[in-house]
Nanobody
Framework: QVQLVESGGGLVQAGASLRLSCAAS????????TAWFRQAPGKEREFIAY????????YYAKSFKGRFSISRDNAKNTVTLQMNSLKPEDTAVYYC????WGAGISSLPSAYAYWGQGTQVTIAL
């Protein structure tokens, strides 16, 4: 069992950058693959990016590739989402999700066993 806690959200102007972090409550973080999702009001949870247990396998949803970047530091038990050139339509609650070793790549929320509580990101014009 692992607990995930997101941080780094806030209110910024369009065009700005934000860096979200997800801290895991486990010393075996390298055994978990992780992903970032977001959910805007009235919309379904949307996949952003996935990173494998060792940080080598990375996959982005097409609409975020080039603007968002996922990384992880297993020594610090954290995964990060760097978001650049933010737009008002990026306003959402951003969630970190995790899966045990070997679960593989998935863009489906139902495939992930562990979730953080989310962090609000609001982009103003």
């Amino acid at each position: 069992q692992v607990q995930l806690v997101e941080s780094g959200g806030g209110l910024v102007q369009a065009g700005a950058s934000l860096r979200l972090s997800c801290a895991a409550s486990t010393h075996t973080f390298s055994n978990y693959s992780t992903a970032w999702f977001r959910q805007a009001p009235g919309k379904e949870r949307e996949f952003i990016a996935y990173i494998g247990e060792n940080g080598v396998n990375i996959y982005y949803a097409k609409s975020f590739k080039g603007r968002f970047s996922i990384s992880r530091d297993n020594a610090k038990n954290t995964v990060t989402l760097q978001m650049n050139s933010l737009k008002p339509e990026d306003t959402a609650v951003y969630y970190c999700a995790g899966n045990s070793w070997g679960a593989g790549i998935s863009s489906l929320p139902s495939a992930y066993a562990y979730w953080g509580q989310g962090t609000q990101v609001t982009i103003a014009l």
